[in-house]
Structure formats: C-alpha cells, structure tokens
C-alpha cells in the first residue's frame, strides 16, 4: 500500500514542486510566501471537509499564528524594499497581487 500510494503521489508533488520553483521566476519571493502559507488554511479546511479530519480549536490557532508570522515578515520585507528604493514590495509582480492567484494576461 505505501509504494502504491508513492507512485500515486510522488508526480502530484514533483509537478507541485516545479510550478513552486517556476513561479519564483515570475513573482518575488514575498509574494510567492504568502501564496503558499494561505495553503494551509485550504488543507486544513478540505482535510476537515473531505477526510473528517477532527477540527480542534488548537489547531485553528496554529494555522493563524502561522499566518499572523508570515503577514509579519511580508510586511518587513515590504518595508525593506521601500527603504532600499524599490518601491515595489508586492504591488508589481506578474500573476501576484491581492486578488490571490490571477495570471497577468
């Protein structure tokens, strides 16, 4: 079952992992961060949805101690891109922005 289950997942998570390392070509790095900790609260949301995953206070807490952290460095690294002149922070990047997922075109 365990080898079964490998040759199921290993293609989902080589491709997952391709897409990740190709859109740091395309976004920055602080962008793509917060793309992938807002994850978290999806797994957590499907795996108490489609696999009854017990739901616990606790671990709705981590999940937004976790999100509350990355917001935390997102705004530092914003902070140090202004101050060094860029200007940019998140704002410019291609497929990024506030809307969560949209591609530039």
């Keep these: 079952d365990t080898v079964r289950a490998?040759?199921?997942i290993a293609p989902i998570w080589f491709t997952a992992q391709l897409c990740?390392?190709?859109?740091?070509?395309?976004?920055?790095?602080?962008?793509?961060?917060?793309?992938?900790?807002s994850s978290s609260i999806?797994?957590?949301a499907l795996s108490v949805w489609l696999v009854n995953e017990r739901y616990s206070w606790e671990r709705l807490?981590?999940?937004?101690?976790?999100?509350?952290?990355?917001?935390?460095?997102?705004?530092a690294d914003s902070m140090d891109s202004i101050q060094a002149g860029s200007g940019g922070?998140?704002?410019?990047?291609?497929g990024g922005g506030s809307s969560g997922g949209g591609g530039g075109g």
């Design 6 to 8: 490998g040759i199921v």
């Design 20 to 37: 990740f390392n190709y859109s740091l070509l395309l976004t920055s790095v602080t962008s793509n961060s917060i793309l992938s900790t």
């Design 42 to 44: 999806f797994t957590f």
């Design 61 to 75: 807490a981590s999940i937004v101690v976790y999100m509350i952290g990355s917001g935390i460095v997102t705004i």
């Design 89 to 94: 922070g998140t704002g410019g990047d291609a």
